[in-house]
């Protein structure tokens, strides 16, 4: 395949696909047990479809200019909706990767790193001019990831997000094979909540440090450069770009299945162009293959493992979790105490084993940990126990499916 | 046609071949270039070749460049400039024998950072065997077989501040108002939630009363 002109007749029958899917599941799907797992599962397909929507509707295969391997961003669907001022796409709080191609919108934590290191106050970025400082887009990122958490809270984390879909399949990939999955204890898990802030530090810290010349005048830690250990070939190329994505489970399978689909050259993947410090090209690292082995092992084990650790979700439960968003959220999961028997269903099935949806005592019950991915809804036998409200209405509730049945 | 005095100029879209030498003789170094060609001036100072509206053929657009090697015979198969999108430059040879080479592509000039040039060696980055100098000047050295330099544009040139503030900024302001907007949005529909919550549990004198609960047990009103 070549690039063509994008073909935008596909997009208002994608959008129709995805109305009349959206009814046929609700329908079909009303008195059925799995009736939101259903409906989420088609969301989340339609999600990544929209998210990547230059698989569908080009550029296919595009050109880039050997050896460095970096595909046209300036064909990228939706990178130029604010023009230089905010030239590298819509900050949507899910993991839908910066890197491949035809994507839409683009990773807020792609945007943060890079906005601090290398593009501080660069005018030029990969293939985009800017007109705005690093300062002046981190706080567009912030303020678009602010207002969809804000309305929609760590909904994109359970419905919407593409490497939640991945988990997803894996957990019915494990189901299909009549495993059971693992839990971890509560302070096990705790501590993996709470890792999230330690993530967001380090790589933070460390864009700071590689951009600190820029930002303050001189290097912060004597002895390196932008990007590295002075002499290195960190030092040299600013090998620690954006370094969470080197780490990213994300940036791999995004990129590996686009070539997949034929909408990116293979040969741009598997070609080294940095030297043995996590051997890479110009998409990905091996280190970045290695976290996504284990983090697949880990999903295949325990549910939206990566969930639990992902910087990003913790990023839109700030903004939607925390004290003062807490009380302005839009979205939020609600449960009747005088409905509830304590069962203790929908602490067994939270794909995070989020315990406040047990524990708290009615009312908001939305916690840090909770994707809204209304699981618990789903499971709770008492009829309106647990409801998913959206600015007080409620969208979804729990069904006596029990006495149904 | 082989070039082999050191002194010679070249004036107006001179042509080349892939045989046409360009020699450095204190140096004993050879270069020629993969395709033909032309330029409008070719000098020769300091050791180097200065080529000035330099084309080579199936490459992109007209450009200078400053090239010398040094015990070494290269083949220069590719020079493109603006390869990105913005000011990227990109000088792609063929080296045989461990020598020297030194490009200049009139970019880079007053340092910089080094994050702004990439050198590979056979499609692998290399950190070490390469320089830049204060002009631009990269020299490479000890590297065989395929080499390519890079240049990227990376520079501190924001904004156009001829714009008014709020247009130089208006994605900015824009977002700031849109967050504004959508925390007060949700206050006002927190607060009417909140009143017509407590409107239900009101009596029709406006009398505040226990709700009772489908056990019969009264609750307090939720506030």
Known sequence: MTWQNPSYIVLPIYVAIVVIGILLIYNLTKDKTKNISSLRLFVQVAAVFAFFMGLILGPFDVPIYAPLGIAPRSLLLGGNLFGNQFPDGISLPVLACYYPNGRTVTCPIWQIQAYIFPFWNYARGYQVIYSTSGLEKIGIVIGLVAIAAIILGRFFCGWLCPFGLYQDVLTRVRKATRLKHLSFSEKTNKALSQSRWVIIAIFLILSVVFASYEIFGHQLIPGTTPGGPEGTEAGNVGFLNEPFCLVCPMRPLCVLVECAVGSMKYSYVSQIIYGPLGIRGGYISSINIAVLIAITALALAYRRFFCRICPLGAITALFSSYTPFKQIAVTKLEKDEKKCTKCGVCKRVCPTQATQVYEKKGGDVTESRCMLCARCIEACPYEGALSLKVAGQTVMKSRNWLEKK | ?223
């Not at chain 2, 000011?87 to 063929?94: L, M």
């Not at chain 2, 050198?119 to 395929?146: C, E, I, K, P, Q």
């Open chain 2, 1 to 223: 046609m082989p070039l082999i005095c050191p002194n010679a100029i070249a004036q107006n879209t001179t042509a080349f071949d892939p045989t046409t030498k360009f020699t450095v003789p204190i140096y004993n170094g050879v270069f020629s270039f993969a395709e033909g060609g032309n330029y409008s001036k070719a000098t020769f100072e300091d050791n180097a070749w200065f080529f000035m509206n330099l084309y080579i053929n199936g490459s992109k657009p007209l450009a200078n460049l400053e090239f010398s090697a040094k015990n070494c015979n290269v083949t220069i198969y590719n020079y493109e400039t603006s390869i990105l999108g913005f000011p990227s430059d990109r000088i792609s040879y063929n080296v045989r024998g461990e020598g020297e080479q030194t490009v200049n592509m009139g970019v880079g000039v007053g340092g910089g950072a080094s994050v702004n040039w990439v050198v590979f060696s056979n499609r692998t980055f290399v950190s070490n065997g390469w320089s830049v100098s204060h002009n631009g000047t990269v020299t490479v050295t000890g590297l065989t077989g395929n080499v390519t330099v890079i240049y990227f544009g990376f520079t501190s040139d924001l904004g156009n501040s001829n714009l008014p503030f709020y247009e130089q900024h208006s994605v900015a302001i824009a977002v700031t108002v849109a967050v504004g907007a959508t925390v007060a949005a949700t206050v006002v529909v927190k607060v009417a939630a909140k009143r017509q919550a407590e409107k239900g549990e009101l009596t029709n004198n406006g009398r505040q009363v226990l709700a009772v609960s489908e056990s019969g047990r009264p609750r307090r009103p939720r506030l």
